[in-house]
């Protein structure tokens, strides 16, 4: 007996790609395809903070709506999906954007591609859900840490502070800001190119922030 593929089956929802929440390769969880422990999770280290703080954003988000044939619960907006910061979006057309024959060109998905799945009748195909349910998200969270120079305690309470340490200090944490710029940029332009809204979320320190 022919069933319809779960892609057309499945309540839809906009598609949220998450990055920057990996965890050390120790308290990784399993990938989706893995298969599954029934051992409990292991416990983050708790003299990291931001371990922590990204494993507790984790399980909330993966808490969020999942793609399912049937699910009263509506409240939930997006499809979450966790990927790695250098995640790529599939080509918008067959060739290169500096080829002189992109403006010609098609989606390998469009009907006038004659390898794509949709040629010669026109209809709808599973992949093509699959490309806006998975591949390719209506927003982009990117969660980045600022850099922050350990601190060095002084041996005595009366020593004054080290003026080359703290010409280093500064001169470091430039360097490692305009670093960080330079990523949400390159991000920004990819995400702008394809009409995806780009969220940069910084993690920081109390201690940066000046709270005890």
Do not use: C
Not at 11 to 19: D, G, K, N, S, Y
Not at 88 to 96: E, G, I, M, Q, W
């Amino acid at each position: 007996m022919n069933s319809y593929p779960a892609e057309l089956l499945v309540q839809l929802a906009p598609v949220m790609f998450v990055a920057g929440l990996d965890l050390p390769p120790a308290l990784s969880a399993p990938t989706p395809n893995a298969p599954q422990s029934k051992s409990p999770p292991p416990t983050p280290a708790k003299h990291d903070p931001f371990t922590s703080l990204i494993a507790r954003l984790r399980d909330v988000l993966q808490s969020q709506r999942k793609v399912t044939i049937w699910a009263p619960e509506r409240t939930k907006t997006f499809q979450m999906i966790l990927v790695g910061r250098d995640v790529r979006f599939p080509p918008r057309k067959l060739v290169a954007p500096e080829d002189p024959a992109y403006a010609a060109a098609h989606s390998p998905l469009s009907p006038l591609t004659p390898s794509s799945p949709l040629y010669p009748d026109g209809l709808i195909a599973p992949i093509w859900i699959r490309k806006h349910t998975a591949l390719l998200p209506s927003v982009f969270v990117l969660f980045l840490r600022l850099f922050e120079m350990p601190p060095v305690h002084p041996r005595s309470p009366l020593d004054p502070p080290d003026p080359d340490h703290e010409r280093e200090k500064a001169e470091e944490e430039r360097r490692r800001d305009a670093e960080l710029s330079a990523v949400v940029a390159a991000r920004k332009k990819m995400t702008n190119e394809r009409g995806i809204k780009l969220t940069a979320v910084l993690l920081v320190s109390r201690r940066t922030l000046g709270m005890s």
